[in-house]
């Protein structure tokens, strides 16, 4: 069956620091792969999202992560973290077209 | 931009109440899920549906139902609810096809007492 893990369940980063969240995903075929944001009290937003091509994947407010196959991986980085970032990151694997199955999240916090 | 509106953010209901959880999408998406999420669980799927008067069970149905009359507007009915049901309900929609993301609603967020 088709699974997703986010080893990580809370992180403290420094602001200005870089991050790094880890995501693992099981699924037989080629994996349809997404980053959401969930702050406080909000639904969840799309950060990326990778389907094929270049395994580097750009998305929004300065996030990236980079797909690797061999290591069934889809870690989510930025180089320099604010504040703003402190939030709830979700990973998830598209079921073929339908259900998405999400990761149990990595809590973010930034210090000062 | 897409917009998938849950019609309460809050909500506080009596054990064995019927309740139900509205939501509406504006991009006439195909699909429409809800989830519910709860701490250190992450998301889980209760239902699905692909298109009016369609649905499918995801992992969590019990206790729950779900009407799709119109294309735009999905919602999921607890039929009696129990204080196990206290949770954030999240609605989604997308496009019926591949490589479409999830658009999610703000949630609700349901008491049962």
């Known amino acids: 069956a088709q699974s997703v893990t986010q080893p990580d369940i809370h992180i403290t980063v420094s602001e200005g620091a870089s991050l790094e969240l880890r995501c693992n995903y099981s699924?037989?075929?080629?994996?349809?792969l997404f980053w959401y944001v969930q702050s406080p009290g909000q639904g969840l937003q799309l950060l990326l999202k990778y389907f094929s091509g270049d395994t580097l994947v750009q998305g929004i407010k300065g996030f990236e992560a980079e797909f690797k196959r061999s290591q069934s991986s889809f870690n989510l980085r930025k180089p320099s973290v604010h504040w703003s970032d402190a939030a709830e990151y979700f990973c998830a694997v598209d079921q073929a077209g339908t259900a998405l199955i999400f990761g149990k999240g990595t809590t973010l916090s930034v210090s000062s | 931009d897409v917009k998938v509106t849950q019609s309460s953010r809050y909500l506080v209901k009596r054990t064995g109440e019927k309740v139900f959880l509205e939501c509406v999408q504006d991009?006439?998406?195909?699909?429409m899920f809800w989830y519910r999420q709860d701490p250190g669980l992450g998301l889980r799927l209760i239902y699905f549906s692909y298109d009016v008067k369609m649905k499918e069970k995801g992992d969590i149905p019990e206790g729950y139902s779900v009407s799709r009359e119109k294309k735009e507007r999905f919602s999921l009915i607890l039929e009696s609810a129990s204080t196990n049901q206290t949770s954030m309900y999240l609605c989604?929609?997308?496009?019926?096809?591949?490589?479409?993301?999830?658009?999610f609603g703000d949630g609700t967020r349901l008491s049962i007492l």
């Open positions: 699924y037989g075929a080629t994996p349809y």
């Open positions: 989604a929609s997308s496009f019926h096809s591949l490589n479409q993301p999830q658009h």
């Open positions: 991009m006439d998406h195909e699909n």
